[in-house]
């Protein structure tokens, strides 16, 4: 789990009902956020898809916590200027402690593997 401070710090952690929750939203699992698009961008830094593995990571803590409320924390947070590789950091960690993304060695390393394990 990792924190990152909006409106009050709050948990991030991934788990298979946030799994199931991010996919029902994105249309995609939440591995493929690493992967890159058509034009060769990694799908995570796309605004929206950021805003959406956020949520799903954030509603472990929060269950009632709406995509709407966590657009509008985001979005704050970006007005005060704070750094947003502080928000990818957390979701990263998040990630990596887990579980469900890669091996170890992938995790020690920091990078996600391409598919979630089993």
Same mark, same amino acid.
Request: net charge negative; hydrophobic share 45%.
């Given at each position: ?11 991030? =952690? ?13 249309? #995609? ?46 979005? =704050? ?14 979701? #990263? ?26």
């Amino acid at each position: 789990m990792s924190t990152i401070v909006f409106d009050k710090p709050r948990q991030v =952690r991934f788990t298979l009902a946030a799994l199931r929750q991010f996919k029902a939203i994105a249309k #995609m699992p939440l591995w493929k956020v690493w992967t890159k698009d058509e034009e060769g961008n990694l799908r995570l830094f796309e605004s929206e898809m950021l805003t959406t593995v956020l949520w799903a990571g954030l509603i472990y803590e929060d269950s009632r916590l709406t995509f709407e409320r966590v657009e509008g924390l985001f979005q =704050r947070y970006i007005d005060d200027k704070k750094d947003l590789a502080d928000v990818v950091d957390a979701v #990263m960690t998040a990630m990596k402690e887990s579980g469900l993304f890669g091996g170890r060695e992938e995790a020690a390393e920091g990078v996600p593997a391409e598919t979630p394990n089993g």
